[in-house]
């Protein structure tokens, strides 16, 4: 049996752009599609912290080392620059995976930098 895991998380980026009439998708910088093992249309899982509003898109590449997160097409709706979001993306493991799984977090600054990588969600980590 396969298990559907959160492989890795963008904890707390915060919007700084959106655009309507963009096609669609979520734009991330490059750094933390890098620090979080993201890649350019990998689906992605992304809740508003401020709204409560959960949706589906997809990853595409922001310039690197701009911070962006830029909501665009219908996504642009669920979210307004300043708003806090969680973004993350899932894998299917097997048992031998699973036993030395561990998801990645990327935690941010204010200017949505990686300011600390966990490899594991603990107590720890978090405090």
Same mark, same amino acid.
């Given at each position: 049996?396969?298990?559907?895991?959160?492989?890795?998380?963008?904890?707390?980026?915060?919007?700084?752009?959106?655009?309507?009439?963009?096609? #669609?998708?979520?734009?991330i910088?490059?750094?933390?599609?890098?620090?979080?093992?993201?890649?350019?249309?990998?689906?992605?899982?992304?809740?508003?912290?401020?709204?409560?509003?959960?949706?589906?898109?997809?990853?595409?590449?922001?310039?690197?080392g701009?911070?962006?997160? #830029?909501?665009?097409?219908?996504?642009?709706?669920?979210?307004?620059?300043?708003?806090?979001?969680?973004?993350?993306?899932?894998?299917?493991? #097997?048992?031998?995976?699973?036993?030395?799984?561990?998801?990645?977090?990327?935690?941010?600054?204010?200017?949505?930098?990686?300011?600390r990588?966990?490899?594991?969600?603990?107590?720890e980590?978090?405090?």
């Amino acid at each position: 049996m396969h298990r559907q895991m959160c492989k890795a998380k963008l904890h707390g980026v915060t919007v700084t752009d959106n655009n309507l009439h963009y096609v #669609g998708s979520i734009t991330i910088d490059q750094d933390l599609l890098e620090a979080a093992d993201i890649v350019p249309f990998e689906w992605l899982h992304i809740v508003n912290v401020h709204t409560g509003d959960r949706f589906e898109t997809y990853a595409i590449a922001g310039e690197r080392g701009s911070g962006v997160i #830029g909501l665009n097409g219908a996504t642009a709706r669920l979210g307004l620059p300043g708003d806090k979001l969680i973004v993350m993306c899932y894998g299917l493991f #097997g048992p031998e995976e699973l036993a030395t799984f561990h998801p990645r977090l990327v935690f941010v600054d204010a200017a949505n930098r990686p300011l600390r990588l966990a490899e594991t969600e603990t107590a720890e980590t978090l405090a």
